[in-house]
Each structure stands twice: as structure tokens, then as C-alpha cells.
């Protein structure tokens, strides 16, 4: 897991970052001349400016504004969720960190959801005291279901501790400078190289400072929805949680026709 995340991570920077500039540098003669009226040139840059500001905002929201909220709605659980008793119907050991002898642990749990209907859900987490063998198939935990279900996470152990990775902030902080960096010295370098005096009228689609913004926003939509598909749908979830077990009637089912209509009842 961590060498794909190391490998689409490199391969993300080159086709965003060196490709483009490379492309661009190698392909496009030196221009001393304006390229485009003034008044395309100023829409190229709006064009630009919009993407890059989509880029950064996509980033910051993913790596520091969705954490900080995740870590207040544990909090809030922990203080006021509704608590249930779980059994672990299955364990699974992922993986061993001989280091910190903690073990990356799959469990499913079964437990009434926040209308007392049995469910169960699979979670995986790091269990940081292994000897206690407190999550082995068929003991019992206790659970605190999130009552805001607008908010993920939708439950958490009851004895859950919220703490942050201090390295892993590191690392986001770093790359969040070093995008925004990257952004200013990509307008700043170009302008001072191609302006002569024209302003912005140097720009074109391909440029880099366009292009590249442009490749970013593809690789950012195509993680979206590869999360998408691997992880569950929120709205299942929210049914999970917050749904009652219902008994469905067959009324009619004709040979000849492709719809089935069905009749469900609620049980209370």
C-alpha cells in the first residue's frame, strides 16, 4: 500500500510538474512577439488563476481542513455518542509493526444501530496494546454511535484517542508551501522569460502555467473517483445507520415484464 501511494504520488509530480515545462520547452520556439490579443491573453490568465486556486483548495481541504473536522466529531462522539455493545463476529490480522508492537487490525462488528436495528460493519484500525487480545472473534466492545449523521465518522470505540501524527502534519505543511511555491514561481518565472513588456499575452492552452494546472485537476478528479469506487457510497452508510429492518411483498410478478413492483412494510 505504501509503495503504490510512494509510486502514483512520483508519478502524479512528473505529469504535473517537469512534463509540461519539458513539453513546452522543447516544442515551442522562443516567442518575442504577443501571442494573442490582449483580451484572449487576460482570459487565458482568469482561466489559469481559477484552476490553481481549485488545486490549492482541493489540497488544503483534503489535507488539514477534512482531518481538523474529523478529529472535532470524535471529539464531540466521545462526549456526548450514543454507546451500544459490539460483537466481533471476525478479526484479521494486516499487518505487524515490530517497532511499536502495535498490530493493523480488520474486525467486523455486529450491533444495534441508532434505531436498535442489528447491523454489522467492517473497520480497520490500529490496535496499539496486541498481548490484551482484547478484538479476537467473539469478544465483546464497547461503541459510540455518532447521533449527527452529517458527520463521518458514523461510530468510534469507546475508548478511541484522538491524536495527530506529528510527522504526517509535517510532511502536509511541507507540501502544502511547496505547492503554493511551486504556483507563484511558475507565474513569476514565465512572465519575467516571456513577457517583453506585453503582459500575459505570451499565454496559450498548452502553456505550462495552464497545462499544468490542467493535468493537476485531472489526476485530482480521477483520485476522487477511484476513492469512489473503493470506498462504500456515504448514502448506504447513512441507511446503515440510521435505517429499521423492513419486509417486502412480492404483489405482482408478470413473465413478460421487466419491472418488478414491490410493496414493503416496516417492521417495528
Not at 505504501?2 to 512520483?10: E, Q, T
Not at 482531518?67 to 459490539?86: D, V, Y
Not at 454511535?145 to 452529517?150: G, Q
Not at 507565474?187 to 494546472?213: K, N
Request: proline letters at 4%; a positive charge; one cysteine or more.
Amino acid at each position: 500500500m505504501k509503495f503504490m501511494i510512494i509510486f502514483w504520488g512520483a508519478f502524479l509530480f512528473f505529469f504535473c510538474v517537469p512534463f509540461p515545462i519539458f513539453i513546452y520547452m522543447m516544442s515551442d520556439e522562443f516567442a518575442t512577439e504577443p501571442r494573442n490579443s490582449l483580451a484572449v491573453s487576460y482570459g487565458y490568465l482568469g482561466f489559469s488563476l481559477l484552476i490553481w486556486i481549485y488545486v490549492i483548495v482541493f489540497f488544503i481541504n483534503t489535507l488539514f481542513v477534512k482531518t481538523f473536522k474529523e478529529k472535532n466529531t470524535i471529539q464531540s462522539i466521545l462526549q456526548k455518542g450514543i454507546p451500544r455493545e459490539a460483537k466481533i463476529i471476525d478479526y484479521k490480522l494486516l499487518k505487524y509493526i515490530p517497532k511499536t508492537n502495535i498490530n493493523v487490525i480488520q474486525i467486523v462488528l455486529s450491533f444495534p444501530n441508532l434505531r436498535n436495528t442489528l447491523i454489522e460493519h467492517e473497520m480497520m484500525f490500529h490496535d496499539s496494546k496486541p498481548q490484551e487480545k482484547r478484538f479476537n472473534a467473539g469478544n465483546k466492545v464497547k461503541v459510540l454511535l455518532n447521533p449527527n449523521l452529517s458527520q463521518e465518522p458514523y461510530f468510534i470505540l469507546n475508548d478511541q484517542k484522538v491524536r495527530f501524527n506529528a510527522l504526517g502534519i509535517v510532511l502536509r505543511i511541507v507540501f502544502g508551501i511547496l505547492l503554493i511555491a511551486y504556483v507563484i514561481g511558475l507565474y513569476s518565472y514565465f512572465y519575467t522569460r516571456e513577457s517583453f513588456d506585453f503582459g500575459w499575452r505570451f499565454l496559450t492552452f498548452m502553456h505550462p502555467i495552464i497545462f499544468s494546472g490542467v493535468m493537476t485537476i485531472i489526476y485530482v478528479l480521477a483520485f476522487q473517483l477511484i476513492v469512489g469506487k473503493f470506498f462504500k457510497n456515504k448514502k448506504e452508510e447513512h441507511i446503515l445507520f440510521s435505517g429499521r429492518n423492513a419486509e417486502a411483498t412480492i404483489e405482482d410478478f408478470p413473465f413478460f415484464k421487466q419491472l418488478i413492483n414491490i410493496k414493503y412494510t416496516l417492521i417495528h
